[in-house]
């Protein structure tokens, strides 16, 4: 992982591989943002003029490297565009740091140290170009040659070692809680991206609950796997339902932090499907490439959960990891099968490739036993949700819209891209069944919201519920852009970890 630092030094004295400064996007050309007056006035207070002869406007994203001026102990200098300038006075967002912070470490692969000088106004501000630099920094290279478990790289950059974020106060309390809230939150975020991407063969049910297993006793977590036993035991229908047709037996994982200070109780539930083949209901040739991402939503209820132990957060949170592998054998569960849930209820199930409902089904009746103040589940569950927001945006659903609009804002504050979506009730008609109590399948148009209404069939009575639907936004197969990566993104982490600090600080609800 990345090293974080703060720095009150002077950009020229500096010893580091590179210098990031920012640049925006003027009327006339690019302008230098604050944070970089010092190599400004190494270049004479011409820097913008050379930044523009270099190609350089200031938009979002874009990189631009020159050599370090004349009495510098860096030698080279990274501009990185912030975006549009901002109104005077209005300073430059949280987001738009975190961005470019990311696009520059991207850019640094291969560099030991960077200082980087962007617009700090705060320690929030401080604290999103950590967050920025520590995302932008990963890598996933375990499989590769030139990967972390070689002795030398042979082809591939190393991820930059170390960022120093210059202009900050080190010894301000409020810069080093940012410092500290940066390291924790990204590292757990980047080790759900490491799950995400690990091979399916690799990663199964027991494999992942060994890791979390691991990570809850480091961190002080408290943690309890149900096996196949003990699942069948408790009448877990839909998690065995889904699991029935794989050599790789389903698991039930609950992680529980708990704080002595704590007045709320909030549970996460994730979809786990290690890999997901569609089952009986095969999925067609160009859909299964990318199924090792279906635990995605598990990955991020895992790092949020230990995210907020290693935070201290004053309040109490449950985590509960549904873990299966969806395959076709002869032991499979068929299109017309009966499950019994956990629950009591009866699903018939239509189609087999509808099975993060199932899983999930059952996670959140656990969960609801426990009589939590709210519940926030976090599924790849539905290509319809993609279809409807895109590749970058998950939909927020819930049994409650004061609740909805808390989440989507706790998600638009921490940076990640969520729209709000209804649950229509005229809809939860097309899942009636003539053989059980429920069908897993309903109308085919506005299937993300059908899956919704189906969840919400299984969140106790009276408890506050949220479903975010993280289809698009979890697995990037596009390029790099900001601080994503190729691969498993961590999509849902910060939104569950910014609604522990909201709950601990009596500001949701």
């Given at each position: 992982?990345?090293?974080?630092?703060?720095?009150?030094?002077?950009?020229?004295?500096?010893?580091?591989?590179?210098?990031?400064?920012?640049?925006?996007?003027?009327?006339?050309?690019?302008?230098?943002?604050?944070?970089?007056?010092?190599?400004?006035?190494?270049?004479?207070?011409?820097?913008?003029?050379?930044?523009?002869?270099?190609?350089?406007?200031?938009?979002?994203?874009?990189?631009?490297?020159?050599?370090?001026?004349?009495?510098?102990?860096?030698?080279?200098?990274?501009?990185?565009?912030?975006?549009?300038?901002?109104?005077?006075?209005?300073?430059?967002?949280?987001?738009?740091?975190?961005?470019?912070?990311?696009?520059?470490?991207?850019?640094?692969?291969?560099?030991?140290?960077?200082?980087?000088?962007?617009?700090?106004?705060?320690?929030?501000?401080?604290?999103?170009?950590?967050?920025?630099?520590?995302?932008?920094?990963?890598?996933?290279?375990?499989?590769?040659?030139?990967?972390?478990?070689?002795?030398?790289?042979?082809?591939?950059?190393?991820?930059?070692?170390?960022?120093?974020?210059?202009?900050?106060?080190?010894?301000?309390?409020?810069?080093?809680?940012?410092?500290?809230?940066?390291?924790?939150?990204?590292?757990?975020?980047?080790?759900?991206?490491?799950?995400?991407?690990?091979?399916?063969?690799?990663?199964?049910?027991?494999?992942?609950?060994?890791?979390?297993?691991?990570?809850?006793?480091?961190?002080?977590?408290?943690?309890?796997?149900?096996?196949?036993?003990?699942?069948?035991?408790?009448?877990?229908?839909?998690?065995?339902?889904?699991?029935?047709?794989?050599?790789?037996?389903?698991?039930?994982?609950?992680?529980?932090?708990?704080?002595?200070?704590?007045?709320?109780?909030?549970?996460?539930?994730?979809?786990?499907?290690?890999?997901?083949?569609?089952?009986?209901?095969?999925?067609?040739?160009?859909?299964?490439?990318?199924?090792?991402c279906d635990m995605s939503g598990a990955?991020?209820?895992?790092?949020?959960?230990?995210?907020?132990?290693?935070?201290?957060?004053?309040?109490?949170?449950?985590?509960?990891?549904?873990?299966?592998?969806?395959?076709?054998?002869?032991?499979?569960?068929?299109?017309?099968?009966?499950?019994?849930?956990?629950?009591?209820?009866?699903?018939?199930?239509?189609?087999?490739?509808?099975?993060?409902?199932?899983?999930?089904?059952?996670?959140?009746?656990?969960?609801?036993?426990?009589?939590?103040?709210?519940?926030?589940?976090v599924a790849t569950l539905t290509g319809?949700?993609?279809?409807?927001?895109?590749?970058?945006?998950?939909?927020?659903?819930?049994?409650?819209?004061?609740?909805?609009?808390?989440?989507?804002?706790?998600?638009?504050?921490?940076?990640?891209?969520?729209?709000?979506?209804?649950?229509?009730?005229?809809?939860?008609?097309?899942?009636?069944?003539?053989?059980?109590?429920?069908?897993?399948?309903?109308?085919?148009?506005?299937?993300?919201?059908?899956?919704?209404?189906?969840?919400?069939?299984?969140v106790g009575e009276g408890i506050t519920?949220?479903?975010?639907?993280?289809?698009?936004?979890?697995?990037?197969?596009?390029?790099?852009?900001?601080?994503?990566?190729?691969?498993?993104?961590?999509?849902?982490?910060?939104?569950?970890?910014?609604?522990?600090?909201?709950?601990?600080?009596?500001?949701?609800?």
């Open positions: 992982m990345t090293a974080l630092t703060l720095s009150t030094a002077a950009a020229p004295g500096l010893r580091a591989d590179a210098i990031v400064i920012g640049v925006a996007k003027g009327d006339k050309g690019p302008v230098v943002a604050p944070g970089a007056e010092a190599v400004d006035k190494a270049y004479d207070g011409g820097l913008a003029g050379v930044l523009e002869t270099l190609g350089a406007s200031g938009a979002e994203g874009e990189v631009t490297k020159l050599p370090a001026p004349a009495g510098f102990k860096t030698p080279l200098v990274v501009a990185v565009g912030l975006g549009a300038r901002p109104e005077k006075d209005a300073g430059y967002g949280t987001e738009a740091l975190r961005r470019a912070a990311g696009a520059a470490a991207r850019a640094l692969a291969g560099a030991k140290r960077a200082a980087f000088a962007l617009p700090v106004a705060d320690a929030a501000s401080a604290g999103a170009i950590g967050e920025g630099a520590l995302l932008g920094a990963y890598s996933f290279d375990v499989y590769k040659d030139n990967g972390a478990n070689a002795r030398g790289r042979k082809n591939g950059k190393a991820p930059l070692a170390e960022v120093t974020v210059l202009g900050a106060r080190p010894r301000d309390k409020a810069y080093k809680a940012a410092v500290e809230r940066a390291t924790a939150v990204c590292e757990e975020l980047n080790r759900a991206r490491d799950l995400v991407n690990t091979p399916p063969n690799d990663l199964n049910p027991e494999a992942f609950a060994a890791v979390a297993q691991a990570a809850a006793k480091e961190h002080g977590v408290k943690v309890q796997v149900l096996d196949e036993k003990a699942l069948a035991k408790g009448g877990y229908g839909g998690i065995l339902g889904v699991g029935a047709g794989s050599a790789s037996a389903p698991r039930l994982v609950k992680l529980s932090y708990t704080s002595s200070k704590a007045k709320k109780h909030l549970a996460f539930v994730g979809k786990g499907i290690t890999y997901d083949s569609g089952g009986i209901s095969l999925k067609p040739a160009g859909h299964n490439e990318t199924m090792k990955a991020a209820v895992f790092a949020a959960v230990v995210a907020a132990a290693r935070l201290g957060l004053e309040v109490n949170v449950t985590g509960w990891l549904a873990l299966a592998e969806n395959m076709p054998s002869g032991s499979a569960t068929r299109p017309g099968d009966v499950l019994r849930m956990y629950s009591g209820k009866t699903v018939e199930v239509l189609n087999t490739d509808a099975e993060g409902r199932l899983v999930l089904a059952d996670a959140l009746w656990a969960a609801s036993l426990e009589k939590p103040d709210a519940i926030v589940d319809a949700m993609m279809l409807a927001l895109g590749s970058r945006t998950f939909g927020v659903m819930a049994n409650d819209d004061a609740f909805r609009s808390a989440v989507h804002e706790a998600a638009e504050e921490v940076g990640e891209a969520a729209w709000p979506m209804p649950l229509p009730e005229h809809l939860r008609k097309g899942m009636d069944s003539a053989t059980a109590d429920i069908a897993n399948m309903g109308e085919r148009m506005g299937g993300g919201l059908v899956a919704g209404l189906f969840l919400r069939e299984f519920w949220a479903h975010l639907d993280i289809a698009g936004p979890a697995f990037n197969e596009q390029g790099p852009f900001g601080y994503t990566p190729k691969g498993g993104t961590g999509s849902g982490v910060r939104t569950l970890v910014r609604l522990a600090e909201l709950t601990a600080a009596g500001d949701l609800g």
